[in-house]
Each structure stands twice: as C-alpha cells, then as structure tokens.
C-alpha cells in the first residue's frame, strides 16, 4: 500500500462522498460505505463517525480528557501508519454533531464472519496459517512503532480486496515510551492524582485477589469494575513504561490487564492466541456464563487444547502463558515450528490468500449528511427503547454487520 500523507491532510466533507450504508458500530462510532468523489462509481472508503454528543458524555462522566484523547490518537497513529495490512487516513471529515474518518474499504468483511461461514465454523490449520503469519506481520509493525493494540479479535481483522487482511480501530490502542532517567524522576514525585489512581489500583487488585483465590465465581454477588482505569506506572526492570488500563473485549483479555500490575506488548500475543484457538475451535477458550466467570476463567484455568498434539497446539499454548514474563515472544513465535518454512520478508509478495472476496457493493444513495448524523445519534441516543433493543437483536443475527 502507498504512502498515503497527501491524501490523510484532506479535510472532507458530505459533498466529497456519497454515503452508501451502514455496516458497522463500535463502542462510540458508526462505520458506514461511501465512496469517495461524492460519485456513484467512486473509490469505496470506510467512514467511521463518532458522535461528539457520545464523546462529550463519556468525557463528563470520566471528568478528564481521556475520551477526546483516544479520538486524537487514532487520528494521529492513522496517519502515521505505511504498511499494506493496516488502514490509510484518507481524510477527516467533522460538523457540529459528529468527527469522522475515511480509510481503506475491506471487501471481504471481518475474520469473524468469514469463519462464520466455514462449514464447521472454523478453519483448516494451512488457512489459519496464512492469517497468522499476516497478523505476526501487523502486530510487529505496531509494536515497532510503541504502539500497543490492546484489542485484537477477530470482528477487528478485516479481509481486503486482495485476500489479505487489515487491522482496524485503534481507539483502545496506546503508545508505550522507552524510559528515560528524567521519566523515571519524575514518576518519584507523587501527582495531584495519585492518591485517586492508587484507590482505582487497589480495585483492580481486589478482582486479581479474589479470581486467584479459590473461590467460585458465584460465591460473589459483587461484579468487576466497568470503569476505565487509565494510569502509567514504569519499573526499573522494565525497558518500556507498562499500562495499567482496565480495557478490551473481556474474552481476550490478558491476566496481566485483569491484574491492574501492569501491561505491556505481550498483552497482543495472548489475545492473539485467544484468535488462534477461535480459528482452530470456533469458541475462545475461556468464555463463561458471565463477565465474572470469564474472567475467573482467565485467570485461573487452562485453556482445552484436545486433539493430537500439533505444532499449531503448541503454539497456543505457548501463547496463552499466564505469566507474561514467560509467555513466548515474537522472535520465538516466528521462529516457532508452525511457521516452520515462512520466509517472512517475502510472505506478502509470495502468499496465495484462501479467500479472495468479491468487490460487489450497492450504489444506492442511501445517506445524506443530516441522515448520517441522525442515524449515529439514534444509535448511541435512542428515542423508544423497544426499537434500540429491536435495532440490537437485529444486528447480533446478522454477521454482515459489523460489532467492534
């Protein structure tokens, strides 16, 4: 994929697109079809659009900056990003009500559906190959840049044009710094808020305390904490600064981040190997009845690897180390037999992809720029609650769709 800083500057707006249809939602955004050049017969781009009224909220309640910063940064690692298997910036389009951002169109829809449609629901090791070398290759140039995914899963791995695939959304993403003497002295001296992120700290120890003592997950009736804890500690032990945010999907959730004890790039191995273990079984392993079983799942199981033992299985297994000092690192993973044969500098020039979507897409008009922002609003804000959990249901059954 080619350089794309002339196009990533552009500030859009409605009359530079015609808005197709609605294929996504996220936590805070809305990811419709347009195409580009306001034409029927344009280039096909994702318009992702948030809406401010949901930031501005969220700020509120959190009472800092956090949200808008997330907006910023997926902004700003957007147009940073020069590599085939990650989105281009092609422009930021923003009005009163809404800020949203053109990138790269994926045909093929997410890995999630695709292995949907697999008649077991789940792939052959040689297709989960492929996939896994292409997301060893992503992950690198992520970590290469200090930046930490932090939300890897399959509703997030797109399928292009071509058959290979694309991260996307980085609003959970965060970028960890070398340290440095001066970031070390400064952490020494107490901040105004520390005392407020040591008691948000002590929660997160409490869940680690109470999954790793033995105790059944229905012995509680108390659930863990949905907020968002957002506060950096470094360690003298360590080469980067670690995270201590309380954020992803809970099923691909790492231990470490379920600890509160800090984070760091291995967090994006576990949940990759949660990703593998979906492919190979069709289910993540360890989802529970609830929240708090999954989490104790987590914390305190092994994952069922049954079947002969393979090179793939292995790897899992690998992988999933709850230890995050022991878990395998990426010279080890490309390294490793599974990948045994992969000439990695030439994979995305020699790999034949096991699927190769069709790039039929509608050319109905079906959105204007008050209707774009009316729907987003609808979406987050709804006006009867019967429809929202109609408009819900509906999209849980229908793969096309995309949840992230």
Known sequence: MGDGESTSDRSLNFEDMTVVSAVGRGAKGVVFLARAGGRRSGECVALKVMSKALIAQKR????????????????????RFNHPLLPRLRGVLET??????????????????????????????DTIRFYAVELVLALEYLHELGIVYRDLKPENV?????GHIMLVDFDLSKKLNPKSPHSLSQNSTPSPNSEKRSRKQQRLTRIYSFCNSGISPWDSDSEPPLSTVDSVRRTESDSVEKSNSFVGTEEYVAPEILSGKGHGFSVDWWSYGILLYEMLYGTTPFKGLNRKETFYRILTKEPELTGEKTALRDLISRLLEKDADRRITLEEIKGHDFFKGVKWDKVLQIARPPYI???????????????????????????????????????????????F
């Open 60 to 79: 509120t309640r959190k009472k800092d900056e956090e949200e808008y910063g997330r907006v910023s940064f997926e902004e700003e690692v957007l147009r």
């Open 96 to 125: 009163e009500k809404v800020i949203a951002f053109a990138i790269d169109y994926c045909h093929g829809g997410t890995l999630h559906s695709l292995r949907k449609k697999q008649t077991e629901k789940m792939f052959s090791d």
């Open 158 to 162: 797109m399928i292009q044009e071509n």
């Open 357 to 403: 979507p069709t790039n039929e897409v509608e050319n109905k008009v079906g959105f204007s720029k008050n209707d774009v922002e009316v729907f987003v609003n609808e979406v987050f804000f709804p006006t009867n609650d019967d429809d929202g959990v109609e408009n819900r249901e509906h999209n849980k059954k229908n793969d096309d769709f995309l949840i």
